[in-house]
């Protein structure tokens, strides 16, 4: 079990146009932001249910927006609660309130900080503003530059959309140039309306322009493989990669996404109201409050359900294995009722794309030779693809 804590909700000091968590706001009637009771009910019962080690994650919304002053509180919690358990924290964040008190505090207590950036400036700035519509770009890269001052570990959250997708090369050699090396790309889809709540196989929402189209995000992760492949294994991390990597392996994926299940990956709300997931933050999908549930009880039932009733078409796929089907939240095909993957096609196109190297991967591994070395034969498996 795993829960991603958001301290402030959807209240945010950006107004990213393709964000799809500002709408909470008219669905949600509590203050977006958490009190101290359900911060210590949150700790310690999150605590109590854990293992030897502990994991938090705190979101958004904006989570610094919540204030240094509650973290350290939370840091106080963990410290009275822990026991004998390590504890771990990671902070998603826009980076636009960090500064050096923040970044003392961060360093301090050894947080992994995710930093949201979506490639060079002219690219960031098309979707992800502020309230006045101005980029953020230059505020980011500040906060990149304090983070770097202060030697805290942080990784990058790069969302695809239908802009940045065409620039595949000069957005990762970006990241890299800023010393990026743990990097997550967030394919984009959102439609008029959730898809809990639309009929598939009648025209009833439309698909909202930055969603990026299958084959150009399948195009866009092969460019940036057949680059990492060549000059950056073992250097720079990649969810999709390293996930998929694990899983021919024989380790299982680390991305939900991608797994036969979804494993319980809660979310916990501002008022300690619990959900399935970060994606169906919907009524239908809440499972209790924090201050009465066994979180040990608690299951991702309806998702997994959702997760593991897959289409003909995905039963009979050679590449059902390494995707399952993908996240249920991007399952649709608009007009046919079907419930396929929006980027059923990018996948493949991904897939077929790494799979000369996935069993090169695994040769090398069979014979206990470095993953790193498969660099030096890249030009023969590219020949042979």
Sequence with gaps: MHITAKPTSYQCNLKCEYCFYLDKAEQFSHQP????????NFIEAYINSGEKEVYFTWQGGEPTLAGLDFFQAAVAYQQQFAGHKKIHNA????????????CQFLKQHDFLVGISIDGPQTLHDRYRTNRSGKGTFDKVMSAINLLKKHDIQFNTLTVVNNHNVHHPLDVYRFLKSIGSQHMQFIELLETSEPNIHFDLSKDTFHLIDFTVAPADYGHFMSAIFNEWVKEDVGKVFIRQ???TLSRVLGNGH?????????????VLESNGDIYECDHFVWPEFKLGNIANAELSLLESTQLTTQKQLLANECLHCIYKPLCNGGCPKHRITPGTGARISWFCQGYQIMFANMVPYLNAFVELARHDVPLDYIMSINDKIAINK
């Design 91 to 102: 902070l998603q964040t826009n980076g636009i309130l960090l500064n050096d008190e923040w």
């Design 33 to 40: 932001q958490m009190t101290d009771h359900t911060l210590k």
């Design 254 to 266: 680390t991305s939900c996404i991608f797994q036969e299940a979804c494993r319980n990956n809660f």
């Design 241 to 243: 990669f390293e996930s």
